[in-house]
């Protein structure tokens, strides 16, 4: 295995765990798909995509990964039937309900990016509820995307690196919604479709990229284990030699 360490993080995480991955983010695709290859409706793929989410969070606890984030509801996912948009709310409120729990005792630090203000002002509620009450953990970073574009974060990143001054790639960077975060090392989408659909844009310039027909509902943490033996096999030169 050639590997170098990232000019751009540490790799403590590299030492620790073996794969060298400290911040992996997953577009979470295929629940509809899921649902209608059963003759089922839709919001039972979603159900069945949280129940993947569930088991994966549960797992990279394990994994010695950092952070990881997941692509949950994009800027663009407005577009979809008002009922759809509804039932992902609900499934988004009964989570953090039910989940919250174990995550709070487990040390997992909640984190969202997105602009999810404009989402209703109960799931606002429960957000900032759940952010409020895991900040002081020290473990597991999981960051949900809600209404995230890439577009819309670097927008808004640029715009307030404007307000302080000069723009340039770091002061940009040190806007965005993950700034707090490792650099991404690691994108993952299910489902078959080798698109990003403005998700992490600028974080994976140098990210390594995995792709499965897997369908997000279907997806294992031995499918995660997968990707970070990939991981762990590539050569990352960041445009050096
Ligand atoms: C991903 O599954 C979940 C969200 C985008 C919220 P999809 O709902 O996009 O499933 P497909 O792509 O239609 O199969
Ligand atoms: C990307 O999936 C968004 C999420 C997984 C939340 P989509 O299903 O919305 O993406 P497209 O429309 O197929 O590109
Ligand atoms: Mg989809």
Do not use: C
Not at 129 to 156: F, H, K, M, P
Not at 221 to 238: C, D, N, S, V, W
């Amino acid at each position: 295995m050639t590997r170098t360490a990232s000019p751009l993080g540490g790799d403590a995480g590299l030492r620790e765990a073996g794969h060298g991955a400290r911040h992996v983010a997953i577009i979470m695709d295929g629940n509809g798909r899921w649902a209608t290859k059963r003759f089922l409706p839709r919001a039972v793929g979603h159900q069945r995509g949280v129940e993947a989410v569930r088991r994966l969070v549960r797992a990279a606890r394990g994994m010695g990964i950092e952070a990881l984030t997941l692509y949950a509801f994009s800027t663009e996912n407005w577009r979809r039937p008002e009922d759809e948009i509804a039932d992902l709310m609900g499934l988004l409120k009964r989570f953090i309900l039910s989940d919250l729990d174990e995550f709070a005792a487990n040390g997992i630090r909640l984190k969202i990016i997105g602009d999810y203000k404009a989402f209703p002002a109960d799931v606002v509620e429960l957000i900032e509820g759940a952010l409020a009450r895991t900040a002081g953990n020290s473990g597991t970073t999981l960051a949900v995307a809600l209404n995230y574009g890439s577009q819309d974060e670097i927008a808004r990143a640029a715009a307030r690196a404007a307000a302080k001054g000069a723009i340039t790639p770091e002061t940009i960077e040190a806007e965005l919604d993950t700034a707090d975060m490792p650099p991404l090392d690691l994108l993952i989408r299910t489902s078959g479709e080798i698109r990003l659909s403005n998700f992490l844009l600028w974080q994976a310039a140098y990210a390594e990229l995995w792709f499965t027909d897997v369908l997000w509902p279907d997806f294992e943490p031995a499918h995660l284990e997968q990707a970070l033996a990939h991981f762990a096999g590539r050569e990352r030169r960041f445009g050096g030699r």
